[in-house]
């Protein structure tokens, strides 16, 4: 076994290296919602090889030393208002326009097909519910949290609903009811297998919906593991 990076986090592993996400994704390991599991505990939950997998690790990083933890993560001193302002211009923007999108396109495929494959009628509902859960989360986020995110950079430190750590709190909850829908939607599709008599339409659907599941655990980590820590820290230091 390789030690050092066993004992790393996923999310801290994921920092460092942004290609890992979709070793990760591919695994089954979930390095966003659970990001601050260590490499040993998620494969020894998933039934993985540490060994094998941290192989792979490190191939991916060049063969280089990965025992540096402090990566690619930024440290206290960047500016946490641009990362919020990176997360709505990509990643909230994407989920603005593909989210009803994938829903229409779900009813469509349940109208064709429907009949020999009733597991699109719960996957049309999940996609229906990762869009209830999404769009109105961005907006919290985007209305209450990362502007509170840009007044605490600038030196507040009161806000109406008390610390940031508490939206933040909402935030985390609400990412993980996210994963919990991505998962199920991974489950219910077979991993996004399309069937032999699948159209061109049901195959656009799963390689869609695929690309968000990707989309979506990087977007959570990046606020989970690498942003909300940074505010909490600042929260904590002295005002200036």
Request: proline share 5%; glycine share 8%; with cysteine.
């Amino acid at each position: 076994m390789n030690p050092t990076v066993a004992t790393r986090s996923l999310g801290d592993l994921v920092a460092e290296a942004p290609a890992r996400a979709a070793l990760f994704d591919g695994l089954g390991l979930d390095y966003c919602c659970h990001g601050q599991r260590t490499l040993l505990d998620a494969c020894t939950a998933a039934g993985l090889d540490v060994d094998a997998v941290a192989g792979q690790i490190v191939d991916l990083s060049g063969a280089v030393d990965v025992s540096d933890a402090a990566g690619s993560a930024p440290e206290m001193g960047d500016d946490l208002r641009t990362m919020t302002e990176q997360i709505v211009a990509s990643h909230h923007r994407y989920l603005r326009q593909e989210l009803p999108a994938l829903e229409a396109l779900a009813v469509k495929v349940e109208g064709v097909h429907g009949e020999n494959h009733p597991e699109l009628a719960d996957l049309r509902a999940l996609v229906a519910a990762l869009r209830a859960d999404l769009e109105p989360h961005m907006d919290k986020e985007e209305m209450v949290l990362f502007p509170a995110i840009g007044r605490l950079v600038d030196g507040q430190r009161e806000f109406p609903f008390g610390s940031v750590a508490n939206p933040i709190r909402m935030m985390e909850t609400e990412h993980e009811q996210a994963g919990d829908v991505l998962a199920a939607l991974r489950r219910i599709s077979g991993q996004y297998t399309v069937p032999a008599d699948g159209c061109a339409s049901y195959r656009s659907l799963y390689a869609r919906l695929e690309h968000l599941e990707a989309d979506t655990h990087l977007h959570i980590h990046k606020e989970n593991n690498v942003l909300f820590p940074l505010v909490r820290a600042l929260e904590a230091s002295p005002a200036r």
